[in-house]
C-alpha cells in the first residue's frame, strides 16, 4: 500500500489533470486526494470527479479474498446457530449512500474504508424494511389518515415489548424480529456489497443542479438573473449485483421460546426467511434506498 505522499505523486498530473489509475486505494483518494483549487473551482472539482469516475477501479483478486472471508465468517456463524439468508438484488437506477456525510466537496459517498468499495450499510438496511413494516401495519390498522392513532402505533411500535394478544400480535413479531427499546431483534441485516464487473468500474457521475442558490440560501427570493450553481456527486451506476444476507438469531430464539413460549407463539408457523424476503422487496423495489429516493435513485430488482 503506498503512502499517503506517494498516491499524490502518482495521482496528480497537474491540478487539472488527475489520474487515479495508479491509486491502491480508492477511499482514501476520494477523501483525502483534493487540492485547494478542486475544492473552491467548480470546473476542476468536475474534472476531478470525471477523473475518479474514469480511472477508479479495483482490484479483483483482493476484493474476491475479501468475498470469501465473508463466506467464511457465515460458515462460522452457522455452526453458532445463526440461520443465514441470502438474496440477491440488481440495481434499477443510480445508488447514493451518505450524499450528506461531511465531505470536502460538498457531498460524500459510503466507501469501504479499506477496499473502497462502495456498499449498503447493513444499519440503512434495517431501517427502511422496519419502515416498511410499520407502513404496512398502519394500512392493516386503517390509522394512516388519522395523525393521532398513527402516532399512537408508532410510539408502541418503536417502544418495549407489547403483550401477545390478538391486537398486538402483528407488532409484537416485528419487535421480535427488528427489536424494541427492552429487546435485541432476532435478525441480523449485514452490510451488502456489490459484484464488480469485469471492468473493475462501478461509478458513474451525476449533477445537482441549483437554480437560485441566492434564494435556498436565504439571502434573496428566486429570480431568473441568479446564476445556477451545478453540484457534481458520485454515484454508483444502475444494472448492478448486490448481495444481501440477513441472519436469524436462532440460539437466541429456542431460549425464548423455552423462557417466555407466550412471546415466541407469534413467530411459530411464520417462514422468516420468506418475511424477510418480502419486506426487502418491498422496501427496494418500491421505496428504495439511500439518497433522492423520491427522484427513483436506489430502486432495486430481485434477482431470480
Not at 505522499?5 to 497537474?14: D, F, G, P, Q, T
Not at 427499546?181 to 441549483?210: H, R, T, W
Not at 424477510?276 to 427496494?284: E, F, G, I, T
Amino acid at each position: 500500500m503506498k503512502s499517503f505522499h506517494e498516491l499524490i505523486r502518482y495521482c496528480y498530473v497537474s491540478h487539472n489533470q488527475i489520474n487515479f489509475k495508479n491509486c491502491e486505494n480508492i477511499n482514501l483518494a476520494f477523501l483525502k486526494l483534493l487540492k485547494r483549487e478542486i475544492v473552491e473551482q467548480t470546473k476542476i472539482k468536475s474534472k476531478w470527479l470525471e477523473s475518479f469516475v474514469k480511472f477508479a477501479s479495483f482490484n479483483k483478486n483482493l476484493y474476491q479474498q475479501f468475498i470469501g472471508r465473508i463466506f467464511i465468517m457465515l460458515k462460522e456463524l452457522e455452526k453458532q446457530n445463526y440461520k443465514v439468508f441470502f438474496y440477491p438484488f440488481t440495481s434499477q437506477s443510480r445508488l447514493i449512500i451518505g450524499l450528506g456525510s461531511i465531505h470536502p466537496l460538498e457531498t460524500s459517498i459510503t466507501l469501504h474504508h479499506i477496499f473502497g468499495i462502495p456498499y449498503i450499510p447493513g444499519s440503512a438496511l434495517k431501517g427502511v424494511c422496519r419502515m416498511v413494516a410499520f407502513w404496512e401495519l398502519a394500512q392493516n390498522f386503517g390509522v394512516i389518515e388519522d395523525e393521532r392513532k398513527l402516532q399512537e402505533l408508532q410510539k408502541k411500535f418503536y417502544g418495549e415489548l407489547v403483550d401477545n394478544n390478538d391486537k398486538n400480535k402483528e407488532i409484537l413479531k416485528y419487535q421480535l424480529l427488528f427489536g424494541a427499546q427492552n429487546f435485541k431483534g432476532l435478525l441480523l441485516f449485514l452490510d451488502a456489497y456489490p459484484k464488480i464487473s469485469e471492468d473493475g468500474k462501478l461509478f458513474d457521475l451525476d449533477v445537482m443542479n441549483v437554480h437560485y442558490p441566492k434564494y435556498y440560501s436565504g439571502n434573496e427570493p428566486p429570480a431568473d438573473w441568479q446564476n445556477p450553481n451545478p453540484i457534481f456527486f458520485l454515484t454508483v451506476k444502475e444494472r448492478i449485483l448486490f448481495n444481501f444476507y440477513v441472519l436469524f438469531d436462532e440460539y437466541r430464539f429456542n431460549r425464548l421460546k423455552k423462557d417466555k413460549s407466550e412471546l415466541t407463539s407469534v413467530l411459530e408457523n411464520l417462514n422468516i426467511e420468506n418475511e424477510v424476503k418480502s419486506l426487502l422487496k418491498q422496501a427496494l423495489q418500491n421505496f428504495g434506498i439511500g439518497a433522492k429516493t423520491s427522484l427513483g435513485y436506489g430502486i432495486f430488482e430481485y434477482f431470480e
